[in-house]
C-alpha cells in the first residue's frame, strides 16, 4: 500500500519507497502561505512535487529515517505548534494525531507532537513503517494500530481515554468525525479539543458540520470555512485560524504565550479577510 497525502492546494500525491511516483492536479492557483515561505507563486504539479520532495528529503517523511524531533515552527500558529504549546503548559494532557508510517498517534512528548506535525499536511493513507513505528514509542508516544497503521482518530481518542487521559486535542478533516468524537466525549466525559485541519474544498453543509462541532478549525483555501465561521478569536488573515469556542480560544492564548515576537491584540468584529490576502480561486 502506497502513502497518499494531499497538499498545496489539495493536490493528491502518492509516494511509495521514499518516492513521489503520482501527483494530482492543485485545486488552487496561488497560496499566501508558500508564496511567503517558500516564494511559490504559481502552484502547479511540478511545485507539488518538488515541496514533497523536500519533505522527503529534509525529514525523512515516508522512509524509516523519519525525523521526530524536529523542534523548528513552520508557522507561529499551525496546529502542532498550537498542540506543543499546549502541552509544555499543562493546558492538554496528550494529543491524538497522524503521522506518516504510523497513523493515528497518541502523544504527550511536545517536541514530538511538533516532530510529526510540523511539516504534515492532509494525510490520506499510509502504511506501517518499524522504524517509525519504534522511534514513536521510545519517545513515549502511542501508535493506535500499528499493524495497519490506521487514521482513526475517534479510535485514537477513546485509547487515550484507556491510558488514562481526559483533556485531549485531536485532530480531524471531516465533520461526521468531529460529530463522532462529540458523542464520545459525553459518553467518556472527556474534554475534547478538536481542530480541524486539512479543509480546502470542503462542501457547505461539511463546514457548517465542522464549525458546530470544532474547537479551532485552520482555514487553509477554503470558501466556506470564511463565509461561515463566527469566530472568538482570529489569528492570521491571510490563512486564518480560527478559535470558535472559549476551550479554543484558550488553547490559542497558551500558544501566544511562547511566541518571542511582538503580537498585536485587538477587538474588532470577526472575520477580518482582506480579499488580496486570500489563496487564489477559493474553494
Not at 37 to 56: A, F, G, Y
Not at 85 to 109: H, K, M, P, Y
Request: charged fraction near 25%; include cysteine.
Amino acid at each position: 500500500m502506497p502513502h497518499i497525502m494531499e497538499l498545496l492546494g489539495k493536490a493528491r500525491v502518492v509516494v511509495k519507497d521514499g518516492r513521489v511516483v503520482e501527483v494530482g492536479i492543485p485545486e488552487i492557483e496561488w497560496c499566501p502561505l508558500f508564496s511567503k515561505l517558500r516564494e511559490v507563486q504559481n502552484i502547479t504539479q511540478e511545485e507539488v512535487k518538488k515541496n514533497i520532495e523536500s519533505r522527503i528529503r529534509d525529514v525523512g517523511m515516508f522512509t524509516p529515517g523519519r525525523k521526530l524531533l524536529e523542534l523548528d515552527t513552520y508557522v507561529a500558529f499551525g496546529a502542532s505548534e498550537i498542540m506543543m504549546s499546549g502541552l509544555r503548559r499543562g493546558f492538554l494532557e496528550t494529543t491524538v494525531t497522524a503521522c506518516d508510517g504510523a497513523g493515528t498517534v497518541i502523544a504527550s512528548n511536545p517536541a514530538l507532537v511538533q516532530g510529526i506535525g510540523g511539516r504534515m499536511s492532509g494525510l490520506i493513507e499510509t502504511e506501517p513503517i518499524d522504524d517509525i513505528i519504534e522511534g514513536i514509542q521510545k519517545l513515549g508516544g502511542t501508535v493506535f494500530d500499528p499493524s495497519t497503521a490506521a487514521i482513526d482518530p475517534v479510535g485514537g481518542a477513546r485509547k487515550a481515554s484507556e491510558l488514562g487521559y481526559r483533556r485531549i486535542a485531536v485532530t480531524v478533516a471531516d465533520p461526521e468525525t468531529a460529530k463522532e468524537l462529540r458523542k464520545l466525549e459525553t459518553e467518556l466525559g472527556l474534554d475534547l479539543i478538536i481542530i480541524a485541519v486539512h479543509v480546502t474544498g470542503v462542501g457547505k453543509e461539511e463546514a457548517q458540520g465542522l464549525l458546530e462541532s470544532s474547537d479551532i478549525v485552520i482555514s487553509c483555501a477554503s470558501r466556506y470555512i470564511r463565509e461561515l465561521a463566527k469566530p472568538l478569536v482570529q489569528v492570521a488573515a491571510a490563512i486564518p485560524l480560527f478559535a470558535l469556542t472559549q476551550k479554543g480560544k484558550e488553547l490559542v492564548i497558551e500558544r501566544a504565550k511562547d511566541i518571542q515576537s511582538p503580537i498585536l491584540i485587538n477587538t474588532m468584529k470577526l472575520p477580518v479577510l482582506p480579499a488580496h490576502k486570500q489563496p487564489r480561486n477559493l474553494v
